[in-house]
């Protein structure tokens, strides 16, 4: 009589040197833990180790989006079905402790009982290209308004009259202004002194404006020839398409139905019925919010721009609904 191949489920509690996985058998016994280095022999030896202990089923990781990228990519090419498991709550950390073990433990857990069941992002196409040009763009605009500020913090700061000359003018006349000042060789002066990081002050903002329009060039590119009929749509353009892309992922069949990508986003109806009131929701505060700000950009844009929202908005208001609670339905009128 030939054995069965025993089955076998993994799981990995992922960081930036070295993950830790555990694996579990179909009733819940733990088979061990060890540990690997985060580089692609490491995931070569904890994927042979997992396969080692049997027929490997499927593996729950923890942090698919981060750390545990390198990985999932692997564990893909591999062919393992990978499933993406959320960190332990703070209730589950205070009752059984926090170590990597036992969060690699449970991550197996999740996996064989079902609770964690969603596909992880493709991070390997068109929509992976665009999340690390929104990356260096977004830190390009927080870096230019820091710049922007510490401008108008310099001109109030400064002495008299140099002061006077630069408070009068608006963003972009103060930064060409400040741009042009001769501080002088003398840096023990206020007045030279202040010109001087005026002057640095103002050339990294023209240089961040020059890296944001750059950017803004590559993302229009991008986005136009991954989704042209989503920039197509009325109040969408790139940088609403380009979120509202990256939290779909490259693998959008991951979201089953729109049911769950409204979840994803945030703006799902939940159930607020309590006793005999019942029929009420309230929108959801969970998902991805940027996702959910992209899609508040397109109602708003619709609200001014297209008449069937505004008479759709108009009849729901007349029916008491509220523009907070009514907002994610105005996106089925077009």
Known sequence: MVAKTPQVIGGVDTHRDLHVAAAIDPVGHLLGHRSFVATPAGYRALLAWLRGLGQLQRVGVEGTGAYGAGLLRHLRQAGVTVVEVDRPDRRTRRRKGKSDPVDAEAAAR?????????????????VEAIRALRVARRGAMKARTAAGNQLGCLVVSAPEPLRGTLRALSGKELVVAAAGLRPGPDLTDAVAATKAALRRVAHRYQLLSQEIAEL????????????PGLVALLGVGTDVAGQLLVTAGDNPNRLVNEAAFAHLCGVAPLPVNSGRTTGRHR???????AANNALYTIVICRLRWDPRTRAYMQRRTKQGMSKLSDWPEVLSVT
């Open 283 to 289: 929108l959801s505060r969970g998902g991805d919010r």
């Open 110 to 126: 999740a996996a064989l009982a079902g609770t964690a069941t969603g596909i992880p992002k493709g991070r390997d196409g068109r």
């Open 216 to 227: 803004d060039q590559a993302l229009e590119l991008v986005v136009a020839t991954t989704a």
